[in-house]
């Protein structure tokens, strides 16, 4: 179902976005660009939603949301002083427009089809048994003492119950943070302890590529050291009895004995609905808030028209619920708009490499939206598992996470997009709430580049600067990457530090949002993303700081220093290369390396642990004693002879000394392969 009537003038260009592009040309790569014969729709929108936001968004907001309450203002923003809000005055809940609205209308639509792990057992669940269950599960919330305003914790793989927690969480009010079930316990209980939660929800085990994930046992250890847990519901994915102590409710027996019905809270548009942790390049995770109102007419919007979404598609976001990606494209832009959304719990090899393409043909999917890093994988299996399936049902094949290389591109485009689908590399962030620039919308059929997001969502005016904080203009030229104008979901503050906002986003070039990455601008006045400008890295996908890898390590007690740096891998985009420096009396190089993986496992998550880990006598300092970690980059990306300025560095003679021990290091590793 598409959003409802929208405003009228508005209603009809974007309808013009999505209606017949007829001759449905196959993305360009790169050579003959597709005239752009269409209505100027897209430049037309863009422009007015540049020049007048409010009265962009107003009617769209009014029009395609279901309010309590009318909003009096449409915006109210200052870049200049981090200060966001949208809609002010409306009240509206989250979950009634994402679940009653449809069940009104159509109560026996598929709102989500379940791909479990084991292939061929999917489960579909209609918007009014959704509904139902997340009326339960917002009962069974209640009655255990979760107020509007409460945190709560949601500990668990994709699943209908994960979906429904959410949204049970928007029904009451309470404020919900999804933790990706694959971090550890430390970390999970870090999440609860800052965003004070007082209930977790959880499954009894987990499964994935055949094996069985022990969430409860992680939730057990991670509640010792949480004074705010009250309760914890578990439910269950396996027949596995687990222990259940004081803390612990059996959520299914609960859910069964409240009422299907539960009256809906009604929120002020600019109230938190969820918090969400995600990396910086200092301290600790920080929760981002995002609020009712705009970031779900923003999610609705993005999924409608950069997926070219139509009722009755099948739209298939094989990302994680514990990311902003599985929040917007899986749970809340799908389901506002009446999608069918597909919950994927496996893995892209699971039981082997066509999964995905067999799940394509089986689902008949006609959006599908993933990970470069799943795609280079795949890639190396050869073609033949992706011929092997019927993918005629799809029509947009969406990147989203990372910069997706040239041949990773073409392969989802030619082999399993068969030149025919539409590719749509989507950049965006914890922070924008949804996706900010991407190849479409755009005029009809006009052109896509590889490995390109391109043009910008209505409403986001990118800008690049240069060092100095001067605005560069023209094209083929780079800068960092900054947003001038606040768009609707854009994240509100960090929860309970707002001044860390203010610094993270606002004061490198104040009037302006600060992204954290690098961009191009090309002729024609595309983005091409290059790249974190931080100290996060992106190893397949998930989101870093080099500082929390540091700070795990750190606590192993032969390990007095370490530097962290990102360096390009085939599969995962990026990996993690830690140098160490070992105290005197610390034994075995070995043991302890061995022991620091370990740790960083167990600190913050398995995907964390470098993959090389390398002992120099020191680190090259500057004389304030700031780790150099520029060099260090230079070092293991082979471009030691480009130094740059090393006049900062307190012994220059540090850098012949790190290059020789890595270049032993390197031909080591090359004679071990
Ligand atoms: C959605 C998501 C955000 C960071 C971002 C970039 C990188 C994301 C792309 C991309 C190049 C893309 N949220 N990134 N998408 N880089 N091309 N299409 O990933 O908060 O977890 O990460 O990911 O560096 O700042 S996130």
């Known amino acids: 179902m598409a959003a409802r009537s929208l405003g009228r003038g508005l209603g009809r260009l974007l309808g013009r976005l999505r209606e017949g592009r007829a001759p449905r040309r196959a993305a360009s790569g790169g050579s003959g660009s597709v005239p752009a014969a269409a209505p100027a729709s897209y430049q037309a929108l863009s422009a007015q939603a540049a020049r007048d936001p409010a009265a962009f968004w107003g009617p769209l907001a009014r029009d395609s949301l279901v309010w309590d309450a009318p909003y009096h203002t449409v915006c109210d923003c200052d870049l200049r002083g981090g200060r966001v809000g949208w809609f002010l005055g409306g009240q509206l809940n989250v979950s009634v427009n994402c679940l009653d609205q449809h069940v009104q209308k159509s109560p026996e639509s598929?709102?989500?089809?379940?791909?479990?792990?084991?292939?061929?057992?999917?489960?579909?669940?209609?918007?009014?048994?959704?509904?139902?269950?997340?009326?339960?599960?917002?009962?069974?919330?209640?009655?255990?003492?979760?107020?509007?305003?409460?945190?709560?914790?949601?500990?668990?793989?994709?699943?209908?119950?994960?979906?429904?927690?959410?949204?049970?969480?928007?029904?009451?009010?309470?404020?919900?943070?999804?933790?990706?079930?694959?971090?550890?316990?430390?970390?999970?209980?870090?999440?609860?302890?800052?965003?004070?939660?007082?209930?977790?929800?959880?499954?009894?085990?987990?499964?994935?590529?055949?094996?069985?994930?022990?969430?409860?046992?992680?939730?057990?250890?991670?509640?010792?050291?949480?004074?705010?847990?009250?309760?914890?519901?578990?439910?269950?994915?396996?027949?596995?009895?687990?222990?259940?102590?004081?803390?612990?409710?059996?959520?299914?027996?609960?859910?069964?004995?409240?009422?299907?019905?539960?009256?809906?809270?009604?929120?002020?548009?600019?109230?938190?609905?969820?918090?969400?942790?995600?990396?910086?390049?200092?301290?600790?995770?920080?929760?981002?808030?995002?609020?009712?109102?705009?970031?779900?007419?923003?999610?609705?919007?993005?999924?409608?028209?950069?997926?070219?979404?139509?009722?009755?598609?099948?739209?298939?976001?094989?990302?994680?619920?514990?990311?902003?990606?599985?929040?917007?494209?899986?749970?809340?832009?799908?389901?506002?708009?009446?999608?069918?959304?597909?919950?994927?719990?496996?893995?892209?090899?699971?039981?082997?490499?066509?999964?995905?393409?067999?799940?394509?043909?089986?689902?008949?999917?006609?959006?599908?939206?993933?990970?470069?890093?799943?795609?280079?994988?795949?890639?190396?299996?050869?073609?033949?598992?992706?011929?092997?399936?019927?993918?005629?049902?799809?029509?947009?094949?969406?990147?989203?996470?990372?910069?997706?290389?040239?041949?990773?591109?073409?392969?989802?485009?030619?082999?399993?997009?068969?030149?025919?689908?539409?590719?749509?590399?989507?950049?965006?962030?914890?922070?924008?709430?949804?996706?900010?620039?991407?190849p479409r919308p755009s005029e009809e059929g006009a052109e896509i580049l590889p490995g390109m997001a391109m043009r910008p969502f209505f409403g986001i005016i990118p800008v690049l600067m240069d060092e100095e904080g001067n605005v560069v203009e023209g094209c083929d030229v780079s800068g960092a990457l900054c947003l001038s104008q606040a768009w609707p979901g854009m994240a509100r503050t960090i929860y309970g530090d707002h001044q860390r906002f203010l610094d993270a986003y606002f004061r490198a070039y104040p009037g302006y949002y600060f992204t954290g990455d690098g961009a191009l601008r090309t002729q024609g006045g595309y983005y091409q993303i290059t790249g974190r400008m931080d100290d996060v890295i992106n190893i397949s996908g998930h989101r870093l700081g080099t500082a929390e890898i540091e700070d795990a390590m750190a606590a192993h007690p032969a390990v007095p220093e370490t530097a962290v740096i990102g360096y390009p891998h085939d599969i995962k985009g990026e990996a993690a290369f830690a140098f160490i420096v070992l105290k005197d009396d610390a034994g075995d190089a070995d043991v302890v390396m061995r022991e620091l993986r370990a740790t960083v496992a167990s600190k913050i998550a398995k995907y964390a642990v470098p993959d090389q880990i390398l002992v120099v006598k020191r680190l090259p300092k500057t004389r304030s004693g700031k780790v150099m970690r520029r060099l260090l980059k230079k070092i293991i990306t082979g471009k030691a002879q480009d130094l740059g300025d090393t006049t900062t560095l307190e012994d220059p003679g540090v850098i012949t000394e790190i290059l020789s021990t890595y270049q032993k290091h390197r031909d080591k590793r090359a004679a071990a392969q």
């Not at 339960?136 to 209640?142: S, V």
């Not at 429904?164 to 990706?180: D, K, Y």
Request: with cysteine.
């Open 110 to 438: 598929i709102a989500l089809i379940w791909e479990r792990d084991e292939p061929g057992t999917e489960v579909r669940v209609t918007y009014r048994e959704l509904l139902e269950t997340t009326c339960r599960l917002a009962n069974t919330l209640k009655r255990h003492g979760v107020r509007r305003g409460d945190r709560v914790a949601i500990y668990m793989p994709v699943s209908p119950l994960a979906v429904a927690s959410m949204l049970a969480c928007a029904r009451i009010g309470a404020v919900h943070t999804v933790v990706f079930a694959g971090f550890s316990a430390e970390s999970l209980a870090g999440r609860i302890n800052d965003a004070k939660c007082k209930v977790v929800i959880t499954f009894n085990q987990g499964l994935r590529g055949g094996r069985v994930v022990e969430l409860k046992k992680v939730v057990d250890e991670a509640v010792k050291h949480c004074p705010t847990i009250q309760h914890v519901l578990v439910a269950h994915r396996t027949d596995s009895k687990v222990h259940m102590g004081d803390l612990d409710v059996p959520l299914e027996q609960e859910m069964a004995r409240e009422d299907p019905v539960c009256t809906p809270e009604s929120m002020g548009s600019e109230d938190m609905l969820f918090l969400l942790y995600t990396s910086g390049s200092t301290g600790t995770p920080k929760g981002l808030v995002h609020t009712q109102a705009g970031y779900l007419l923003y999610a609705a919007l993005t999924h409608r028209l950069v997926f070219d979404y139509r009722p009755g598609d099948i739209f298939g976001c094989v990302a994680d619920i514990g990311w902003i990606t599985g929040h917007s494209y899986v749970v809340y832009g799908p389901l506002c708009n009446g999608a069918t959304s597909v919950l994927f719990e496996s893995t892209p090899v699971y039981p082997d490499a066509g999964r995905y393409w067999e799940m394509v043909q089986r689902l008949r999917i006609s959006q599908f939206y993933g990970a470069p890093t799943a795609v280079r994988l795949l890639l190396k299996y050869g073609d033949s598992w992706v011929r092997k399936y019927d993918r005629s049902s799809l029509r947009t094949l969406g990147s989203v996470g990372e910069p997706i290389n040239h041949e990773a591109w073409e392969w989802l485009h030619k082999v399993v997009g068969e030149s025919r689908c539409t590719l749509v590399d989507t950049w965006w962030q914890t922070e924008t709430g949804g996706i900010c620039i991407a």
